[in-house]
């Protein structure tokens, strides 16, 4: 019979960052994280994926090299008093939205979502699935700044010193996020 100790094997850590929402959001790509992050040496585009799948390396300080997949991430809306149609999407596209003279945008929602597709060190566990999700303080003494809420959701085999260690990054990654956004 096993004694392990029973877990969650999902987590979610939140801060409010005293910087405006879109200051915040132009960082949340996983391309950029080594802009903030201070434990990534670096990030890049992994070249020859498919056209229709985003995957950023990321290499650790540390050695470990993660390949992320964008698994989903928010869509720009116009706003109605720009658009005849409500209902047009378009993507995240400064140069779509340059080309097309369009300049206000707004969302709903602004997330992305991603998953660790490839490990060097090989992880102890099977999958994980993580979510960013950037919200605007409309009132209050925060106003004017932006909630972010970093959740991830291990396989079954993740052990509760991969669920610490999980929390510990995201921590720390979102103190490295509001001391980078305040600087600017």
Known sequence: MSTAIPTSTSISE??????????????????EFDSFWSKLEKSEHVKGASPETDVVKWTFKDGTV??????????RRLPSAQSPDDHQ????DA???????IHNTQ???NYITYSVIASTPALSYTSVLST?????VTSG??????????SANF???ADAGVIEDARFKRTEALADLASVVGKK
Not at 14 to 31: D, E, T
Not at 66 to 75: F, M, N
Not at 132 to 136: D, F, S
């Open 107 to 109: 969302t709903i929602n």
């Open 132 to 136: 960013i999700r950037c919200y605007a």
């Open 14 to 31: 939140s801060a409010v960052i005293s910087a405006p929402l879109a200051q915040v959001w132009h960082l949340i790509k996983l391309q």
């Open 155 to 157: 396989s079954s085999d």
């Open 66 to 75: 993660l390949d992320v997949k964008q698994e989903e991430h928010s869509k």
């Open 95 to 101: 140069s779509h939205r340059q080309a097309n003279g």
């Open 141 to 150: 003494p925060h106003e004017g700044s932006t909630f972010v809420q970093w």
């Open 89 to 92: 999407l378009y993507a995240d």
